[in-house]
């Protein structure tokens, strides 16, 4: 499949993933790739193991009253090179790292910070929570 792969084209700097408990899907499996392939560092919390393809179904059930209903069957599941699966079980980074509530309440994005300065830049973690302020969830 790779095969006409051009390598010599492929990113040659640094390169860091950010990964939390809500990355799923394509984000773990880029997460793991990068990891499997040793071509960066992934730096975070554990991923949230949500992998699997699902095909929807639709229903409906009465005469007169119809009643609507669904099921999503899970139809694949994703199989890294290491011969593992992601579901349920996440991508652990490399480098754990987690913003304490102290950090969230203060507007701090420690961990983006860090990983501008791995990769060499210059940014605080006052300025990276600027970058994408968390959102408190409404009660």
Do not use: C
């Not at 040659?12 to 880029?30: N, Q, R």
């Not at 949500?50 to 409906?60: D, K, L, P």
Request: hydrophobic letters at 40%.
């Amino acid at each position: 499949m790779f095969s006409k792969f051009n390598y010599h084209k492929s990113f040659p700097g640094k390169l860091t993933v950010l990964v939390d408990h809500d990355s799923g899907s394509a984000a773990e499996i880029f997460a793991r790739v990068i990891q499997l392939q040793k071509r960066g560092l992934v730096m975070g919390d554990h991923s949230s193991g949500s992998v699997m393809e699902a095909q929807e179904h639709g229903y409906q059930v009465g005469s007169g009253t119809l009643v609507f209903f669904g099921a999503s069957i899970t139809d694949s599941d994703v199989i890294m090179t290491d011969g593992k699966s992601l579901e349920h079980v996440g991508v652990t980074p490399d480098q754990l790292m987690v913003p304490t509530p102290s950090d969230l309440a203060a507007g701090l994005d420690p961990v983006l910070a860090k990983a501008a300065q791995d990769l060499g830049g210059k940014l605080t973690a006052e300025e990276a929570g600027k970058m994408f302020p968390f959102v408190w969830p409404e009660d």
